[in-house]
């Protein structure tokens, strides 16, 4: 299961379109979280989404995209509250930055009868981004976290996802990225998201202290240069990416994400005991898979995950 927004990601339209008057913008569906959800979804993992989607507006359009994935939307709620807008800016490598239009739309507003009840019905549950750091609903899924966490049923993954703009207090934002780590079982993060909340700190000094807090697993995006899996045994596992022709990198931690956790679904290993116990041989496999389907959605505009076939037929070119 995937918990989190469901938003609007506004990127610059092609600039070959005349415009009279301002700049033209295209409707992307986006938010991290339903990102994961739609990247495992294609890659053959049975993905239920928990989101709150406006009943009017973008909303249904938002719902059709993730029904189209074959994306289970039984455990979402209809909201009062209109859907996120994420304004995109790519600069001249195709990295994406967002402006967000909130907080007062559906995405951040849950209540406690809104969350899903029956742990046991999933193997694993993803959650981070922006859910996580808006309240009033952010302080709500890091109890329910815990709560789940304590239970011991679910392989629970954070990803912070941070937006520097939206951190306006960076000591309380860091304590609350430590509750979150520390009630998770995997951990994934930029090197760019670990360079804000921990100014100065080394990657791996970092991931040290969220394996000590409890994680079990720390993996870290670093762009070009591929990505690291830290695990609670001491194993490691670094890799960098095949090289692609760059169209934007909007999703392309998502797919990560997606990719990483599809191995682990489809090896039997996701759950708390299974990520406990894996060795290198196994962290190597699921970062190859993860850097490659990352990879592969930054040759594509927008955030467009791959699909299995799509992700096999890369990598046996690669």
């Not at 930055?97 to 909130?102: D, E, K, M, Q, R």
Request: overall charge negative; some cysteine; charged content about 20%.
């Amino acid at each position: 299961m995937v918990l989190g927004e469901c938003l609007v990601d506004l990127a610059p339209g092609p600039d070959q379109v005349p415009c009279q008057r301002g700049r033209q913008y295209v409707a992307l569906p986006g938010g991290g979280p339903a990102n994961v959800a739609v990247g495992l979804a294609r890659l053959g993992v049975p993905t239920a989404f928990a989101g709150r989607f406006a009943a009017s507006g973008f909303g249904p359009w938002l719902r059709e995209h993730l029904r189209d994935n074959s994306v289970d939307l039984s455990p979402s709620v209809e909201a009062e509250e209109q859907a996120t807008l994420a304004v995109v800016t790519l600069d001249g490598a195709g990295r994406a930055s967002y402006s967000f239009y909130g907080p007062e739309t559906a995405d951040w507003h849950w209540r406690p009868s809104e969350l899903p009840t029956q742990a046991g019905a999933f193997a694993g549950l993803f959650t981070g981004s922006l859910a996580t750091t808006f309240e009033p609903g952010a302080s709500l899924i890091a109890g329910w976290l815990a709560e789940l966490h304590e239970a011991g049923q679910v392989a629970i993954t954070f990803d912070p996802n941070v937006r520097p703009a939206l951190v306006s207090d960076l000591a309380a934002y860091r304590e609350r990225v430590e509750r979150l780590a520390a009630a998770a079982h995997i951990v994934k993060a930029s090197d760019e998201d670990i360079a804000v909340v921990y100014p100065g700190d080394d990657v791996e000094r970092v991931a040290a202290r969220w394996l000590s807090a409890g994680a079990v697993l720390v993996a870290v995006t670093e762009g070009e240069r591929g990505a690291a899996l830290f695990h609670a045994s001491g194993a490691r596992a670094r890799r960098r990416p095949p090289v692609v022709e760059v169209v934007d990198t909007i999703g392309a931690g998502d797919a990560f994400s997606s990719g990483l956790l599809a191995y682990f679904a489809g090896t039997g290993t996701l759950s708390p005991h299974g990520l406990a116990s894996l060795g290198e041989a196994e962290l190597e496999a699921a970062l190859a898979q993860a850097v490659a389907a990352s990879a592969l959605c930054c040759t594509r505009p927008g955030a467009d995950p791959p699909t299995a076939a799509d992700l096999a037929c890369f990598c046996a070119r690669a």
